[in-house]
């Protein structure tokens, strides 16, 4: 029963460097639409109960939170066109608040849309190809990437088909719907890892072996939560047309065996842990051996047939300098500051990436108004071939800005609030909803990210602290992934009150950490909120006496281990606030 | 008598479920019935003169146990404890796919409507719909999705091998 897609009027012509929904997309799509409107309607009559529509509806991205439904919708691999954004500033503005929010997996999400109006939201979605299909529920979830894939200059190779080949596999996978618990998967392939790949269920890194072929490395059992976890190698060299075959034996190793009487051992890191990943992989390896070459082999025809959708467009032959641009930035010193955190390498010579702060000081981490999607969604098309990004440090992108456009653009961007010039640094908050919006949450997140942005307001001394993640989560779910924080905040709940505990020297795989993936350690005792502010400022004092040539605050933790920072921090009281007896466990 | 689809058709069921309590004699009963896979494996050889004999499976177990009795079961059930346990599709799976199993593949327990495709697509072909639930108006729940992306027990091949992909044939509105 094939729909009318609900209104497709997208030209193919304008979209370069994305895919492009062909008639079996539409169709699921639409079917996906109609389908959730009649389980809406069984809702609402009653006859589907609120236990039996729960799971239901998580699969399309709708949690009922504290104050209203929450709707995530998936951003795949965290490309978007013009078009889409516009969409989304459309929907809210239509049904919600004038605003959504960014989040660290490469999702939008809707924190006031009302139940009733959700299959029409889900419509207007599928209207520009979009849609919130297992956003959320124990399935497989977004499949994340690198946000600077096909324009990196470090690039391997473009990860992005690989990426929407495993996104068209696990929608509606028919064995995979019900697992223990969510499941994520990423893909990166360039030298630097810019998705967080080892904290991933599955991570998929691409690979190029010496005849040029692609080869896949496959690490499983990473993920945050209550236990994090850095993920391990089970498989080296696995040729890439068996890469669904291949998590195709994994989930099935994990729906069969992982565990499912205790939702906090539930991930499949419980599962590589306890059986090791040596007999883990053993047991993939002897399920994978009956499907190595069965229908799920890929061929070389789908994966060119994906790829040729993000083939780069056309860029303008441009000298690699702009003698304009470099006297731009020789005079103008506020835009000379933010060219030095937002303008990002591109291949191609000429041209730039472009990372909007989506941080400025007193703005919830990752949010953004209608009107600035709608500004965004223009300047898309004005300075680039009309598609942008979302990255996992809830920011966006702009990927193909001429440098003769940047000033220009950056006046733009100042005037409607997206020029912060943080990019990379302490105020560039990765930061969850928390208590304000999350009902699991032990603690407000919000207003934390805020006292520290105010405290850390003068951006000399911001620029001098130089490259820092600072991540916070309102508990241990760690949607903020302070696990991978350089430094890292958890809100924690001690007896019905708010409490922070601090950990540091986590590294989410980029960068910024030196590549390395590492989980940070608990400094001590928590803090109150109002200690927050100070706590930070003591961490970064100690970093800064301590620090040799071109050291990163990360670099000192590695050097020196947490010893010198506990000891500062906890010298003299914070603020005279009291402190919690002892750390919640971690 | 309850009902159940099969296939796709409602149709009465002549099936009892065996789910004898712990401790008590693993006597089969008479009649149609389809007992618990450990009263299976313990007798085979006395029922498999029986007809009138399936066995259920439950999501622990192990369905490779089942291998070299498939071809005298005319029923294999698989419960579903709690609809969101989802072992069970994979053990369906395994029976069609791997283990060649061709009889009735029935999926008992908590099977609710919305369940049905999947179901259907891992390769059951059966399913007792819990009482409370319309089961007529489920039937139209058995295919939800006209064009999977992949391949399962049913449809065997995924899309990128069954049509020409990159093709819309639908005029936009
Ligand atoms: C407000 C509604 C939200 C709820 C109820 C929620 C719920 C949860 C829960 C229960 C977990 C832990 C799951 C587990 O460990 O098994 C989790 C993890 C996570 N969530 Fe959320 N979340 C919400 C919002 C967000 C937002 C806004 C983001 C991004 C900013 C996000 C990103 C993540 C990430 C990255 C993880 C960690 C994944 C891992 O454990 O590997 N979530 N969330
Ligand atoms: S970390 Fe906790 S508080 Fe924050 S969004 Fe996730 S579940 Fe909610």
């Known amino acids: 029963m094939a729909h009318a897609a609900a209104g497709n009027a997208f030209d193919i012509g304008e979209l370069a460097g994305m895919y492009v929904y062909d008639q079996i997309d539409r169709t699921i799509v639409a079917e996906r639409v109609a389908q959730y409107r009649d389980q809406l309607r069984r809702f609402q009559a009653g006859t589907l109960s609120e236990d039996e529509f729960r799971p239901l509806r998580l699969q399309n991205g709708l949690y009922i939170q504290k104050h209203a439904p929450m709707l995530r919708v998936a951003i795949p691999y965290g490309l978007l066109s013009s078009t889409q954004l516009r969409m989304l500033a459309t929907i809210a503005r239509k049904y919600d608040r004038g605003y959504a929010h960014f989040t660290t997996r490469q999702n939008i999400q809707y924190n006031w849309p009302r139940l009733e109006d959700t299959g029409d939201i889900l419509a207007d979605l599928a209207s520009v190809e979009m849609h919130a299909i297992q956003t959320s529920g124990n399935c497989v979830r977004n499949i994340t990437s690198d946000e600077f894939a096909g324009i990196a200059p470090d690039e391997i190779l473009d990860p992005r088909p690989m990426a929407e080949i495993l996104r068209q596999w696990s929608t509606f996978h028919p064995e995979f719907a019900f697992l223990p618990r969510k499941f994520k998967i990423a893909v990166s392939a360039a030298a630097e890892d810019r998705a967080a790949t080892a904290f991933h269920d599955i991570g998929l890194y691409l690979e190029k072996d010496a005849a040029g072929g692609i080869r896949v490395r496959v690490l499983v059992g990473g993920g945050m939560g209550r236990t994090p976890i850095v993920g391990v190698v089970i498989r080296q060299d696995l040729p890439w047309e068996h890469t669904l075959t291949y998590v195709e034996a994994i989930l099935r190793v994990y729906n069969r065996h992982g565990r499912r009487d205790n939702m906090y051992k539930a991930r499949i890191k419980i599962l590589v842990k306890a059986l090791g990943p040596d007999e883990f992989a053993r047991q993939v390896e002897e399920e994978w051996v009956h499907l190595k070459d069965g229908a799920g082999l890929l061929t070389r025809e789908e994966y060119d047939r994906v790829a040729a959708y993000f083939v780069a467009p056309v860029h303008a032959t441009l000298p690699s300098v702009d003698a304009a641009h470099e006297a731009r930035l020789a005079d103008d010193v506020p835009f000379r500051r933010w060219a030095g955190r937002a303008v990002r390498p591109h291949r191609v010579p000429g041209y730039r990436a472009v990372v ?223 402190r919690a007896e002892e750390a919640v466990d971690v | 008598m309850s009902e159940i689809i099969l296939r796709d058709r409602v149709v009465a069921d002549t099936w009892q479920i065996h789910r004898p309590e712990a401790g008590t004699s693993p006597a089969v009963p008479a009649g149609h019935v389809l007992v618990p896979l450990a009263i299976w494996l313990g007798q085979a050889d006395v029922i498999a003169s029986r007809s009138d004999v399936g066995v259920w499976i439950a999501p622990h177990e192990d369905p490779a146990t089942l291998r070299d009795s498939l071809d005298r079961l005319p029923v294999v059930a698989v419960d579903f404890p709690k609809f969101t346990d989802g072992r069970g599709y994979s053990i369906g799976h395994l029976l069609r796919t791997r283990y060649g199993y061709r009889g009735e593949l029935r999926a008992i327990g908590d099977v609710l409507p919305d369940q049905l495709d999947y179901l259907r697509r891992v390769g059951f072909d059966a399913y007792a719909v819990r009482a409370d639930k319309d089961i007529r108006d489920a039937l139209r729940l058995l295919t939800t999705f006209s064009e999977p992306y992949q391949n399962s027990w049913e449809p065997p091949l995924p899309a990128f091998r069954r049509v020409a992909r990159g093709q819309v044939t639908e005029v936009p509105r």
Not at chain 1, 547 to 561: P, Q
């Open chain 1, 356 to 578: 909007l702060s989506l941080k400025p000081t007193g703005v919830p981490p990752g949010d953004v108004t209608a009107d600035q999607m709608n500004r965004i969604a223009d300047w898309a098309e004005r300075f680039g071939f009309g598609e942008l990004r979302v990255s996992h440090e809830q920011n966006v992108i702009l990927p193909d800005v001429r440098l003769s456009d940047l000033h220009e653009l950056w006046q733009e961007a100042r005037a409607h609030g997206l020029a912060t010039a943080n990019q990379g640094l302490l105020t560039d908050i990765i930061c969850c909803p928390g208590g304000d919006f999350c009902s699991l949450a032990n603690a407000k997140s919000i207003p934390i990210a805020e006292a520290v942005q105010r405290r850390f307001d003068d951006l000399d001394y911001l620029h001098d602290i130089g490259e820092i993640n600072l991540n916070i989560s309102g508990c241990m779910n760690s949607c903020g992934h302070h696990h991978a924080g350089h430094i890292g905040i958890l809100g924690v709940d001690k007896d019905g009150a708010e409490w922070y505990q601090v950990s540091i020297g986590g590294a989410d795989g980029s960068s910024a950490g030196r590549g390395r993936s590492a989980i940070g350690k608990v400094i001590g005792p928590s803090f109150a909120a109002d200690a927050m502010p100070e706590v930070i400022a003591r961490l970064i004092e100690t970093y800064l006496e301590l620090r040799a040539d071109g050291e990163r605050f990360i670099d000192v933790v590695e050097r020196t281990g947490i010893a010198p920072f506990k000891t500062r921090v906890y010298a003299t009281p914070v603020a005279a606030v009291q």
